[in-house]
């Protein structure tokens, strides 16, 4: 009934910029926290970026400056516009939602299926 779905990951040279998706199949409005993570093989899955319900963001120190989170709530989308790529960025990204309360019913932890970011040359 609801759902995150990630778009836009593909193949970056280092230095070079990427912007991702995650559109949400319901209004994304009563979401307190959706946040960007990532993880890479044989990592644990590791927090990028928060966005609240008003709009303070937070980053993990290892993008603080390159990256920048964002939403359009008319269009019930999250993004997260990437700068500066180095390879240490390579994952998977997955988009989040920590609550998500749709015509009454509460949706907890929701998470969508991931998107590759891979950066080299």
């Known amino acids: 009934q609801v759902q995150l779905v990630e778009s836009g990951g593909g193949l970056v040279q280092p230095g070079g910029s990427l912007r991702l998706s995650c559109a949400a199949s319901r209004s994304i409005f009563s979401i307190n926290v959706m946040g960007w993570y990532r993880q890479a093989p044989g990592k644990e899955r590791e927090l990028v970026a928060t966005?609240?319900?008003?709009?303070?963001?937070n980053y993990a120190d290892s993008v603080k400056g390159r990256f920048t989170i964002s939403r359009d709530n008319a269009k019930n989308t999250v993004f997260l516009e990437m700068n500066s790529l180095k390879p240490e960025d390579t994952a998977v990204y997955y988009c989040?939602?920590?609550?998500?309360?749709?015509?009454?019913?509460?949706?907890?932890?929701?998470w969508g299926q991931g998107t590759l970011v891979t950066v080299s040359s």
């Open positions: 966005i609240s319900n008003g709009g303070s963001t």
């Open positions: 989040h939602a920590d609550r998500w309360v749709v015509f009454g019913y509460t949706y907890l932890e929701v």
